[in-house]
């Protein structure tokens, strides 16, 4: 099983950007899929998450700014992210969850500075 996140980056505030989260081994639309971000000196926290039926959940801290989402023909999921804050800083992490089991994929590097 592997979840390869990816499109992390720097962007002034204001900005936008989506992440994305390729798997392979697992099938993205039968798990939860959760994004989670760590700041430096900070515990991980989750960010938003997927139910395999498609309910989603987000952090108060980021209701409205971002949107998780799935494409089941390409097995990956999505976290856009707009009106970033510089508050939004840090590493994130994708995750899957299907009975039982969890797999994370490397994490990706979001900061927004102006």
């Known amino acids: 099983v592997q979840l390869q996140a990816y499109g992390g980056g720097s962007v002034q505030p204001g900005g936008f950007l989506r992440l994305s989260c390729a798997a392979s081994?697992?099938?993205?639309?039968?798990?939860?899929i959760n994004w989670y971000r760590q700041a430096p000196g900070k515990q991980r926290e989750l960010v938003a998450s997927?139910?395999?039926?498609?309910?989603?959940n987000y952090a108060d801290s980021v209701k409205a700014r971002f949107t998780i989402s799935r494409d089941n023909a390409k097995n990956t999921a999505y976290l856009q992210m707009n009106s970033l804050k510089p508050e939004d800083t840090a590493v994130y992490y994708c995750?899957?969850?299907?009975?039982?089991?969890?797999?994370w994929g490397q994490g990706t590097q979001v900061t927004v500075s102006s």
């Open positions: 081994g697992i099938v993205v639309r039968l798990n939860t």
């Open positions: 995750n899957a969850r299907f009975l039982g089991n969890s797999y």
């Open positions: 997927m139910t395999a039926i498609g309910v989603t």
